[in-house]
């Protein structure tokens, strides 16, 4: 599943090829909207609200996204050939006079009014990439995190009502980069003091370093197979202590993720 910096850049490069501009093609390839059309109606923006993507459309409109496991959007310019995927897996097509925009794999697409945004994203908890993050909504991630105690960190962090944007890739590098078990409940985390709000910082200064890019590195090393320290590296040594990087499913059956641990340096 995309992470929240994916979602970010995704928004921005379709905010910059959209915004401003009407649309000179609508063409809604989902049952719910087959009828729907926005042509001559303006994009007034496009923005990121932890892995959701909001399209908002004059007057009053929102085009929801999600892109879940292996959604798309994707940008060319007039006559060029599509490479996203084979056609019958276009959920939508918008255009504007320099660019089209199409959605692949869309499972989650929906129009609503702007002002009911938050039935679809109000239940999200702080976006660690929004600019208005620090420093009040570190400290309400790290409380919906505390109030989650019983639970296994692994399995907190990637809960979007506690903090939005973490996916399988940052959990796993945060909490070793954090020196902490995937399996350690909350509690047994915070009973370090701070160790939570320093969880929350280093989850968002790496989705902040790599927003901005399509490759998603923690170690600071761009070359291939060196850019994260456990994320799908089970069954190779530890970058740091050499002991075997394991791997196992965590969470429960709708929301299993394979989580990755050195179980030398994450006791």
């Given at each position: 599943m995309?992470?929240?910096?994916t979602?970010w850049?995704a928004?921005?490069n379709?905010h910059?090829?959209l915004?401003?501009?009407?649309l000179v093609?609508s063409?809604f390839?989902?049952?719910?909207?087959?009828?729907?059309?926005l042509?001559?109606?303006?994009?007034?923006?496009?923005t990121?609200?932890?892995k959701?993507?909001?399209m908002?459309i004059?007057p009053?409109?929102?085009?929801?996204?999600?892109?879940?496991?292996?959604?798309?959007w994707h940008?060319?310019?007039p006559?060029?050939?599509?490479?996203g995927?084979?056609?019958f897996e276009?959920?939508v097509?918008?255009?504007?006079?320099?660019w089209?925009?199409?959605g692949?794999?869309?499972?989650?697409?929906e129009?609503?009014?702007?002002s009911?945004?938050?039935l679809?994203?109000g239940?999200?908890?702080?976006?660690l990439l929004?600019?208005?993050?620090?420093?009040?909504?570190?400290?309400?991630?790290a409380?919906r995190?505390?109030?989650?105690?019983?639970?296994?960190?692994?399995?907190?962090?990637?809960?979007?009502r506690n903090?939005a944007?973490?996916?399988?890739l940052?959990?796993?590098?945060?909490?070793?980069l954090?020196?902490?078990?995937p399996?350690?409940?909350?509690?047994e985390?915070?009973?370090?003091?701070?160790?939570?709000d320093?969880?929350?910082d280093?989850a968002?200064r790496?989705?902040?370093?790599?927003?901005?890019r399509?490759a998603?590195?923690t170690?600071?090393d761009l070359?291939?197979?060196?850019?994260?320290?456990v994320y799908g590296r089970?069954g190779?040594?530890?970058?740091?202590?050499?002991t075997?990087?394991?791997q196992?499913e965590?969470g429960a059956?709708?929301?299993?993720r394979i989580?990755?641990?050195c179980?030398?340096?994450?006791?």
């Amino acid at each position: 599943m995309p992470e929240g910096d994916t979602i970010w850049l995704a928004a921005r490069n379709l905010h910059t090829a959209l915004a401003g501009k009407s649309l000179v093609r609508s063409d809604f390839r989902v049952p719910q909207l087959a009828t729907a059309d926005l042509v001559g109606r303006r994009v007034l923006g496009v923005t990121a609200r932890g892995k959701h993507l909001l399209m908002r459309i004059e007057p009053d409109l929102t085009l929801h996204s999600h892109l879940r496991m292996d959604g798309s959007w994707h940008l060319y310019r007039p006559d060029t050939a599509w490479a996203g995927g084979p056609e019958f897996e276009v959920r939508v097509v918008l255009a504007v006079v320099d660019w089209t925009c199409v959605g692949y794999r869309l499972p989650v697409l929906e129009l609503l009014p702007t002002s009911d945004e938050h039935l679809v994203i109000g239940h999200l908890g702080p976006d660690l990439l929004a600019d208005d993050f620090e420093p009040l909504q570190r400290l309400e991630a790290a409380r919906r995190l505390r109030a989650d105690g019983a639970r296994p960190i692994g399995e907190a962090l990637l809960d979007q009502r506690n903090v939005a944007g973490i996916g399988n890739l940052y959990r796993a590098e945060v909490l070793f980069l954090s020196g902490v078990s995937p399996w350690r409940t909350v509690d047994e985390v915070d009973s370090l003091p701070g160790q939570l709000d320093r969880m929350v910082d280093r989850a968002r200064r790496l989705l902040l370093a790599n927003a901005g890019r399509a490759a998603q590195v923690t170690t600071g090393d761009l070359r291939p197979g060196r850019t994260t320290w456990v994320y799908g590296r089970g069954g190779q040594p530890c970058r740091r202590c050499g002991t075997r990087v394991k791997q196992a499913e965590q969470g429960a059956p709708a929301y299993t993720r394979i989580t990755y641990w050195c179980p030398s340096c994450q006791p």
